[in-house]
């Protein structure tokens, strides 16, 4: 029984979405679709929601445009979304010019985008991932699987 219970303690905390306090957001740059090299710390001053994703994964395609909508709801108060496409330009440019994403897509490719997002704590290195980074670029959140807009809602204003 007992065993069991520490299964599923380990279970839950596994499964806790707020970040350490010293997360610290780490420095990358990557191509965004029109081939321009972005350094993240060009929104340092911002909270930056970062979206991992793929242009063959529903659950991205489903989420983004929620994103839209609060990129556009919450550009003034300083966030800034932006996806890091673990995919390859073609396919990220076609759903892109389809549905009009309204921020900044940067493009990882598979090895340095699953990297990239284990290094904020995608252990399972699955798609999506999100993560949210204060003005101090310190993780404040962090969610595997498709989150809710009004999970980023109550993240975002309590930032």
């Known amino acids: 029984m007992i065993n069991i219970l520490k299964i599923i303690v380990m279970y839950f905390v596994c499964q806790l979405n707020i970040a350490l306090s010293d997360d610290v957001l780490p420095e990358f740059s990557f191509s965004d679709t029109e081939n321009k090299i972005h350094s993240i710390s060009e929104w340092k001053s911002k909270t930056i929601v970062l979206n991992f994703w793929a242009s063959w994964c529903q659950p991205c395609l489903k989420e983004i445009p929620d994103f ?92």
Do not use: H
């Open 68 to 159: 839209m909508a609060l990129q556009n709801q919450y550009e003034k108060q300083n966030v800034q979304f932006i996806g890091i496409a673990i995919d390859d330009l073609t396919a990220v440019l076609r759903y892109k010019n389809l549905i009009g994403i309204n921020y900044p897509i940067l493009i990882a490719g598979e090895w340095d985008g699953y990297e990239l997002s284990s290094r904020m704590g995608n252990s399972a290195n699955t798609v999506p991932y999100t993560v949210v980074v204060n003005s101090e670029s310190r993780i404040i959140f962090r969610y595997s699987g498709a989150v809710k807009k009004t999970d980023l809602i109550s993240v975002i204003g309590a930032k």
